[in-house]
């Protein structure tokens, strides 16, 4: 029976596009289902503001009765604005070992965005770099942590039978908790706070604290990551969206902040402990119970993972990352922590790369963002 590509145009169809990863992937040791709850909120134009800006499609390869692959396409008109560029995005490609199913999907995708005018295809790309991006092309042994990919080898060896090359890397490190800070880090730390006399360290202990920081610290984020590949700036509703999504999970001991003397954040960066044994215990589902193995895996883990974190233009190369390094690294210890997870770092941050290595760590994964001509 050949394979026929249709949009997805009802509820019914979905939920089959939402949970059709996990009958994919079910043999994938090191696969983490997404917290469903979250997906029907992403997928859902009415609750996440990033449609209001954006043209979308969804698309499910049929084999009969049965769904076989998944692909979105997006448009994000506020990004392409900002930056001149004239592309569409693919993202959320799933399939099993077909090429037939891979190329049907991507060359449907290819077509919609030539009528949407555009001159290339790149991805996997959400709506933003905040969304899983790039395929994992280094470290399928590791395992997958919250809001990356994880893709089989071989949906790599498709995209790029189908001609798309590589537009950029993102490297992830692994660094080691020390015991005890290393001396010289130190050193740079104590020198940074000396330099800096009217800056304060913030250390939030409740989420109603977190909960006032979260617009100011998106602001910073926005003018911080202006000008970084793949980033569109968050309207105050994706801002709120987003806390509203997270908020519940976050530990305010892996938050840290730098405020000036006008009482403004301009640096933070924010970890959480790994979450993903949680996840892939409960299967996705927080409710009824699937939250107890989510929360234990918390208090369980050994690894912390950072999320996000940023320094205003007008105070870099301050020796702030060096602060924030140090205050996470504190309570990384002291919490038991043996490693920590960088999340993606585009290969061409020099900077926040540097730090990484300055701190002993090293890559062990690896995502591609590919493109293509149209």
């Not at 071989?154 to 798309?164: A, I, L, S, T």
């Not at 908020?247 to 305010?252: A, F, S, T």
């Not at 205050?327 to 990484?356: C, P, Q, W, Y």
């Amino acid at each position: 029976m050949s394979v026929v590509i249709k949009e997805v145009s009802s509820s019914r169809d979905l939920k089959k596009f939402i949970f059709l990863p996990a009958k994919i992937h079910k043999d994938h040791k090191n696969w983490v289902p997404p917290v469903y709850m979250d997906d029907r909120v992403f997928f859902n134009p009415k609750k996440n503001d990033s449609f209001s800006h954006s043209d979308t499609i969804l698309l499910l390869a049929w084999n009969g009765d049965e769904p076989v692959g998944r692909i979105m396409g997006i448009v994000n008109h506020h990004y392409n604005e900002r930056t001149g560029e004239n592309d569409a995005r693919f993202c959320f490609l799933e399939c099993y070992e077909d090429y037939e199913v891979a190329h049907l999907l991507l060359k449907s995708i290819e077509e919609w965005a030539r009528k949407k005018g555009r001159d290339n295809l790149v991805g996997p790309l959400g709506f933003s770099d905040k969304d899983p991006q790039g395929l994992l092309v280094e470290g399928y042994d590791k395992p997958v942590v919250i809001a990356s990919n994880c893709n089989f080898p071989f949906q790599v060896d498709f995209v790029e039978k189908m001609g798309y090359q590589k537009k950029t890397d993102l490297v992830v490190y692994q660094l080691s908790v020390p015991e005890q800070i290393p001396e010289f880090y130190l050193k740079i730390y104590e020198r940074a706070l000396r330099n800096n006399p009217n800056l304060k360290t913030v250390e939030p202990r409740s989420k109603a604290e977190l909960k006032k920081m979260v617009r100011p610290v998106f602001h910073l984020v926005n003018e911080t990551f202006r000008d970084i590949y793949g980033f569109s700036e968050m309207t105050v509703k994706e801002m709120d969206e987003f806390a509203s999504r997270y908020l519940m999970i976050l530990d305010p001991r892996f938050i840290k902040l730098i405020k000036n003397e006008d009482n403004e954040i301009i640096a933070f960066v924010l970890a959480m402990p790994d979450i993903s044994d949680g996840i892939r215990k409960s299967r996705g589902f927080v409710f009824p119970f699937g939250f107890i193995p989510i929360l234990l895996s918390q208090k369980k883990t050994s690894q912390l993972n950072l999320l996000l974190g940023a320094i205003s233009p007008k105070y870099r190369n301050s020796g702030l990352d060096t602060i924030l390094g140090v205050l996470m690294l504190r309570e990384a210890s002291k919490a038991g922590f043996k490693t920590i997870d960088s999340h993606l770092e585009l290969e061409t941050n020099t900077k926040v790369r540097a730090e990484m290595e300055k701190m002993g760590g090293k890559v062990y994964k690896k995502f591609r963002i590919y493109t293509k001509a149209l």
